[in-house]
């Protein structure tokens, strides 16, 4: 069927440090997936994406790694600020631009 | 920013009441989008539409209907609201390049509560 999923529902981050926040896919011939961060009170924002034909793609300060063999992407975030606090996405285009998401992971960074 | 502007922001309703929510926008966008987010379930696509007078059911599809007359305008429709549609309501637009998928923008939110 189609549906994305998130491995952890929170992550707890020291100031600094690198965050990796997962996501699990289960549609096959998905072609392109994106991660959104959402701050609280307002829509979700575009971070970066990625189509199936590439396993990395580098952004600033975000990297993410698409693994088609077992369906997996990630989501890394170097040198975590506090600003980085928000949920965050995954959705992957399922079909003709039918953009699925996943049901998020809240990221809250330590002082 | 993308201009989207949703309509209204917020609004409490009573159960069995029809109500619709606009999502308008100014970027000429040939996609538009409407997602509910609720605590533990993340965003889910309700429909959305490729063009005008085009659309198609997305996820959580029964219970809405939606209609799209022209670019600018995407209407969401609850014919009889349950209070299991309390939610809020996201509206997003897309304009993917020929032959690929182009990123969401989304609107603000609607925050609908039905009693």
């Known amino acids: 069927g189609e549906s994305v999923g998130l491995h952890l529902p929170t992550l707890s981050v020291q100031e600094g440090d690198n965050s990796i926040i997962n996501c699990a896919y289960s549609n096959s011939a998905s072609d392109y997936f994106i991660w959104y961060k959402q701050e609280s009170g307002k829509g979700p924002q575009f971070i970066i994406d990625?189509?199936?034909?590439?396993d990395k793609r580098q952004g600033q300060r975000v990297t993410v790694l698409l693994n088609k063999t077992v369906k997996h992407l990630s989501l890394q975030i170097a040198a975590t600020q506090p600003g980085d606090s928000a949920v965050y996405f995954c959705?992957?285009?399922?079909?003709?631009?039918?953009?699925?998401f996943g049901s998020g992971t809240r990221l809250s960074i330590r002082p | 920013d993308a201009g989207i502007t949703q309509s209204p922001r917020h609004k409490v309703t009573e159960t069995g009441t029809p109500v619709t929510l606009r999502c308008h926008q100014t970027?000429?966008?040939?996609?538009m989008y409407w997602y509910r987010q609720d605590p533990g379930h993340g965003l889910r696509l309700i429909h959305y539409s490729y063009g005008v007078k085009d659309t198609d059911k997305g996820e959580v599809s029964d219970g809405y209907s939606v209609s799209r007359s022209k670019t600018e305008d995407f209407l969401l429709t609850l014919e009889s609201a349950t209070s299991s549609q309390t939610s809020v309501y996201f509206c997003?637009?897309?304009?993917?390049?020929?032959?690929?998928?182009?990123?969401?923008?989304f609107g603000e939110g609607s925050r609908l509560t039905v009693l």
């Open positions: 990625i189509r199936s034909n590439m």
């Open positions: 997003a637009i897309s304009e993917p390049p020929t032959g690929n998928t182009g990123e969401l923008f």
């Open positions: 970027e000429n966008h040939r996609y």
């Open positions: 959705a992957e285009n399922t079909s003709a631009s039918k953009i699925i």
